[in-house]
């Protein structure tokens, strides 16, 4: 299983970014899959959750409104749309595969003026 993230940045407060996680070496279709994060110094939360089809997601109460998770089964890849950025969504993003312990390395988002 491999799993690589990518687009996270530097964004001003308000900006936006566009998370993907590119998925290998499973049948991807078959699982949910989960965004974390993991801001300094504290633990690792859920971000967002889809699943298998895409048919349901779920999101921290934090990001709701915001943040859209998505999927793409015929590429292999999910996405977290982040809009309305604040300073308190910096940390490192990382994807994993629901009920496994198959985990991105993750990419940093820094939110900051």
């Known amino acids: 299983v491999h799993l690589v993230e990518s687009g996270g940045g530097l964004v001003q407060p308000g900006g936006s970014l566009r998370l993907s996680c590119a998925a290998s070496?499973?049948?991807?279709?078959?699982?949910?899959m989960t965004w974390y994060r993991q801001p300094p110094g504290k633990e690792r939360e859920l971000v967002a959750r889809i699943g298998s089809l895409g048919d349901w997601t779920t999101y921290a109460n934090s990001v709701k409104g915001r943040f859209t998770i998505s999927r793409d089964n015929a590429r292999n890849m999910v996405y977290l749309q982040m809009n309305s950025l604040k300073a308190e969504d910096t940390a490192k993003y990382s994807c994993n595969v629901f009920q496994t312990n198959y985990w991105g390395q993750g990419t940093q988002v820094t939110v900051s003026s």
């Open positions: 070496g499973f049948t991807f279709s078959s699982y949910g």
